[in-house]
Nanobody, 125 residues
Framework: QVPLVESGGGVVQTGDSLRLSCAAS????????MAWFRQAPGKERDFVAA????????RYADSVQGRFTISGGPARSTVYLQMNSLKPEDTAVYFC??????????????????WGQGTQVTVSS
């Protein structure tokens, strides 16, 4: 098991920045990748960004490319999401996820085994 706890959400205005954190515990050294997803009310959970620990390769959704940056701490136990130039459409619950092994589809929610409880991000216009 790899329990995940997100923090850093809040209410901000358009154009502001926020930094989300995800702390993992347990067998973090065995994870292949970690990611952020988000879910707005009435919508499906969407991929936001991912980091593959080998080489620290990153991937982003088109909607956040250039505005959001995912990064990881020195150990495989913390991942961050720096969100800049926030827009009202970024409003959602943001979830941290961890994958125990490679499954090929880094942007698919089904590739991840462990999930946090989520943190709310609200961007007002």
């Amino acid at each position: 098991q790899v329990p995940l706890v997100e923090s850093g959400g809040g209410v901000v205005q358009t154009g502001d920045s926020l930094r989300l954190s995800c702390a993992a515990s347990g067998r973090t050294a065995s994870t292949y990748a970690m990611a952020w997803f988000r879910q707005a009310p009435g919508k499906e959970r969407d991929f936001v960004a991912a980091i593959v620990w080998t080489g620290r390769t990153t991937r982003y959704a088109d909607s956040v490319q250039g505005r959001f940056t995912i990064s990881g701490g020195p150990a495989r136990s913390t991942v961050y999401l720096q969100m800049n130039s926030l827009k009202p459409e970024d409003t959602a619950v943001y979830f941290c996820a961890a994958a125990s092994r490679f499954r090929g589809a880094i942007k698919a929610a089904t590739s991840y085994d462990y999930w946090g409880q989520g943190t709310q991000v609200t961007v007002s216009s």
